[in-house]
C-alpha cells in the first residue's frame, strides 16, 4: 500500500516563495508518474503539475507554468514542488498524487492517479 505525505505548507505573503516535500513509501513508487493537484472549498480539484517517474518530463497548468517547478528525488523517494511569485489565488490545500501505471503519461484528471496524500494548506496572503 502506497502512502504519500505532504509537508511545508504555510502562510506566506504574496510575491514569497514556499517549497513542499511529498514523502512516498510502501511500493516501487520511483517507477511512476507523480504530480501535484490543488483544491480550494467549494471547487473541484485542480491539477497543478506532473513529472513521470525518471523526470524527464513535466506538465504544468498554465495558471502556475513559470513559477512553480515539479522534481522529484528517486533515491530517497520524495516528490517537490518549488512554488515562487505566489500569488493569493495558489491559495489552496494542494494534494501529493501518484498514478499506478507503468506509463509515462501525465494526466490532469483527478481520477487518473490511484493515490493521494492527505494534503498541506498553502494560504497566500495579498
Known amino acids: 500500500q502506497v502512502q504519500l505525505v505532504e509537508s511545508g505548507g504555510g502562510l506566506v505573503q504574496a510575491g514569497n516563495s514556499l517549497k513542499l516535500s511529498c514523502a512516498a513509501a510502501g511500493g516501487p513508487v520511483s517507477t511512476y508518474t507523480m504530480g501535484w493537484f490543488r483544491q480550494t472549498p467549494g471547487k473541484e480539484r485542480e491539477f497543478v503539475a506532473g513529472?513521470?517517474?525518471?523526470?524527464?518530463?513535466?506538465v504544468y497548468a498554465d495558471a502556475v507554468k513559470g513559477r512553480f517547478t515539479i522534481a522529484r528525488d528517486n533515491s530517497n523517494s520524495i516528490l517537490y514542488l518549488q512554488m515562487d511569485s505566489l500569488k493569493p489565488q495558489d491559495t489552496a490545500a494542494y494534494y501529493c498524487?501518484?498514478?499506478?501505471?507503468?506509463?509515462?503519461?501525465?494526466?490532469?484528471?483527478?481520477?487518473?492517479?490511484?493515490?493521494w496524500g492527505q494534503g498541506t494548506q498553502v494560504t497566500v496572503s495579498s
Open positions: 513529472i513521470i517517474w525518471n523526470g524527464e518530463r513535466t
Open positions: 498524487v501518484l498514478r499506478w501505471k507503468l506509463d509515462v503519461s501525465i494526466p490532469i484528471m483527478p481520477n487518473e492517479y490511484e493515490y
